[in-house]
């Protein structure tokens, strides 16, 4: 079955960075556009950004546009967000999904904090 599992969240402070990683199993990687999404208290989940299987074509929420980054490799199964200049707005718990499938992995969180 689809298996997600996102890692690399923490406890960081404004401007810091982190990169999140989201490790893929129990489907063809390579051939499904992955995403970034977030969810923050009390908010409905949004997306951070997309990547396209070959990862060519990239796209970002104008809120995170110039400080994060998404990457794949397909050798892998995994895609990475690799987030800079990290702001207090950008707490969240971080979900990677692949693109026409359902399934959610359990999220990994992200505090931005002095």
């Known amino acids: 079955q689809v298996q997600l599992v996102e890692s690399g969240g923490g406890l960081v402070q404004p401007g810091g960075s982190l990169r999140l990683s989201c490790a893929a199993s129990?489907?063809?990687?390579?051939?499904?556009?992955m995403s970034w999404y977030r969810q923050a208290p009390g908010k409905e989940r949004e997306l951070v950004a997309g990547?396209?299987?070959?990862?060519?074509?990239?796209k970002y929420a104008d809120s995170v546009k110039g400080r994060f980054t998404i990457s794949r490799d397909n050798s892998k199964n995994t895609v990475y967000l690799q987030m800079n200049n990290l702001r207090p707005e950008d707490t969240a718990v971080y979900y990677c999904?692949?693109?026409?499938?359902?399934?959610w992995g359990q999220g990994t969180q992200v505090t931005v904090s002095s």
């Open positions: 999904k692949a693109k026409g499938l359902g399934s």
């Open positions: 129990g489907f063809t990687f390579s051939s499904y556009a």
């Open positions: 990547i396209n299987t070959v990862g060519g074509s990239r």
